[in-house]
């Protein structure tokens, strides 16, 4: 068999395919070229957005060493030694809540038995002495001496980009282990820790300092501790009631921001369930009907969560019924107008198929559309449940309650974010496992793999 090409086609049939087929071989440009001018559109798109909000001088202006430092909070603690300068020598502090607990003697603060001098340790090879009028900075093997007077502290002449004079003030930092401020008048110490301190149990319990065995051991077979209760029921209170963690209370939060999703999504279903018929125009032939509870579905949910929060909690006060409420409102729009496009997209033959049969619109309605559309209402009802167990921590930091607010309340302090750390993780856990459950349970509604 002979293959058609243009080398053995004449010319005239050429002319013939090519009037025959002139879409084909006459493309219109614009055609032709529309993906080439979109994506061109969107790069141009992506230029202007990063002058317009001149993403350069953002970059330049970040703070980057603070981003880190609080990274780095999240999975370590600092113990806060300061040495003051008074006339009868020098004077170890520490402050008043310390993690060190009552009375600190940290093994890497040593005391100097024959002068008045404190070493304190940053590594195995780096470390700074603290006597009057000077501070010795060894690290990685390189010395250097910060000479003190009565008005400032002053630089070294040796000094490396570790250093950082200003106001009198010299800071020097070892990284990761910790940094130094070296005044006239005092040494500040700042002494970085992997891990989260006393998470377990504060200074005041009795199994303050004691590793995992020995807290084992000490439930199992030690001493009694408190005259009337178990070691383990000590050992449970003890840790719920942490001063530092206060895991009783984080845990409350969390249960009442599971709970605002949960209620706030319920009742949202409930309700928009049957002002979804209202405003279906296939169920309900009223022009009025349909428009104005399209309309209140769109006021509802186009006045954002957080903004209902905020005005849930000015009417309430603080709590989480301003969470639900929030939830409550923003859903019930949102929802109601799923609902109304999934009835309006009905099969109409099991709806004719009902009524065929004589019964009352009532009963067509229950048996002709519910049975369609339950397994979407129920699956969509799902999701956003799902998601609002994430929303509900945002609402909670603007007042409504639960863990959103506590862990607003860590971040403004700037020294907790250990705190914030342990708090996410346990809203990501959560999140996790309700996504899960919500995943399986549409499955089963809608008999294929939820998405």
Same mark, same amino acid.
């Given at each position: ?37 979109? /994506? ?32 780095? !909070? ?20 520490? %402050? ?31 470390? +700074? /002495? ?71 149990? !504060? ?54 921001? +599971?709970?605002?999703?949960? /209620? ?5 279903? +409930? ?26 579905? !769109? ?20 709590? %989480? ?25 009905? !099969? ?104």
């Amino acid at each position: 068999m002979t293959m058609l090409t243009t080398t053995n086609l004449t010319a005239e049939r050429q002319a013939e395919l090519k009037e025959q087929y002139a879409e084909v071989f006459h493309k219109d440009p614009v055609k032709k070229f529309r993906p080439l001018a979109i /994506v061109a559109a969107l790069l141009a798109y992506l230029v202007a957005c990063f002058f317009f909000f001149n993403i350069p001088q953002v970059f330049s202006d970040a703070k980057w060493d603070r981003a880190g430092l609080y990274m780095a !909070d999240w999975v370590s603690w600092q113990a806060q030694p300061k040495f003051r300068f008074r006339d009868d020598g020098l004077e170890l502090q520490y %402050p008043r809540f310390s993690p060190l607990g009552a009375e600190p003697d940290p093994s890497w603060v040593i005391a100097n038995e024959t002068a008045d001098a404190y070493r304190v340790d940053f590594g195995p090879s780096d470390f +700074i /002495v603290v006597q009057e009028g000077l501070v010795e900075i060894t690290k990685g093997g390189q010395r250097f001496e910060v000479v003190i007077t009565d008005d400032e502290a002053l630089l070294p002449p040796n000094a490396t980009s570790a250093f950082e004079a200003r106001n009198g003030r010299v800071k020097f930092s070892f990284g990761f282990a910790g940094n130094i401020e070296i005044r006239n008048t005092q040494v500040r110490v700042w002494r970085r820790f992997w891990g989260w301190e006393n998470f377990f149990f !504060d200074p005041s319990s009795a199994f303050w300092g004691m590793n995992g065995f020995e807290v084992i051991s000490t439930i199992a077979a030690g001493p009694q501790l408190e005259a009337g209760k178990s070691n383990l029921s000590v050992a449970i209170n003890d840790f719920l009631y942490n001063a530092e963690w206060q895991h009783a209370d984080v845990f409350v939060k969390l249960l009442q921001t +599971i709970v605002m999703a949960f /209620v706030g999504t319920l009742f949202a279903g +409930i309700l928009a369930f049957p002002l979804a018929f209202i405003a279906a125009r296939n169920i309900t032939r009223s022009n009025a009907a349909n428009w104005f509870m399209k309309r209140a579905f !769109d006021f509802l949910r186009s006045v954002d969560m957080l903004i209902w929060a905020l005005f849930f909690t000015r009417s309430f006060g603080p709590g %989480p019924i301003a969470g639900i409420a929030a939830i409550f409102f923003t859903d019930t729009g949102t929802l109601g107008k799923l609902y109304s496009e999934a009835l309006e997209n009905v !099969d109409d033959k099991q709806r004719e198929g009902v009524k065929s049969l004589g019964a009352s619109p009532v009963e067509v309605q229950r048996f002709g559309v519910v049975p369609q559309v339950l397994p979407l209402f129920a699956s969509q009802a799902l999701y956003f449940w799902e998601s609002n167990t994430r929303s509900a921590t945002i609402i909670g930091a603007v007042g409504a309650g639960g863990i959103g607010l506590k862990l607003l309340e860590a971040m403004r302090t700037g020294t907790d974010w250990e705190n914030v750390g342990y708090m996410v993780i346990l809203i990501l856990i959560v999140v996790f496992v309700f996504d899960n459950i919500s995943n399986y349970l549409r499955t089963k509604l809608i008999g294929e793999e939820a998405r």
